[in-house]
């Protein structure tokens, strides 16, 4: 099973951005995504955004498009997570995930991060 490992988390100030990224132990099959998905304190785990294995192809959560932007460095195994002008309700555990390319159901990834936080202050 493929290892994920977020980094670049951290506490700012609202309207900073931040990017966050999420190094793969291997190469993504081509039936997969790597995608980002955040949990909120109380609050289900939402998707925000996925990306193909080429990295050719990004989708969004319906609520994150405008300030959040998946890309990929195919090279490294490496996703990013770029969110602008962040706002206190940005708040929230920010997770890598393997799975189905497509999709935005939890029950379709099966490969997990441990996360990072990122904590927006007013």
């Known amino acids: 099973q493929v290892q994920l490992v977020e980094s670049g988390g951290g506490s700012v100030q609202a309207g900073e951005s931040l990017r966050l990224s999420c190094t793969a132990s291997?190469?993504?099959?081509?039936?997969?995504?790597l995608a980002w998905f955040r949990q909120a304190p109380g609050k289900e785990r939402e998707f925000v955004a996925g990306?193909?294995?080429?990295?050719?192809?990004?989708y969004y959560g319906d609520s994150m498009k405008g300030r959040f932007t998946i890309s990929k460095d195919k090279a490294k195994n490496t996703v990013y997570l770029r969110i602008n002008d962040l706002t206190p309700e940005d708040t929230a555990v920010y997770y890598c995930?393997?799975?189905?390319?497509?999709?935005?159901?939890?029950?379709?990834?099966?490969?997990w991060g441990r996360g990072a936080q990122v904590t927006v202050s007013s």
């Open positions: 990306i193909s294995s080429e990295g050719a192809i990004a």
């Open positions: 291997r190469r993504t099959p081509s039936s997969n995504t």
């Open positions: 995930a393997e799975g189905l390319y497509g999709s935005e159901e939890v029950e379709d990834f099966d490969s």
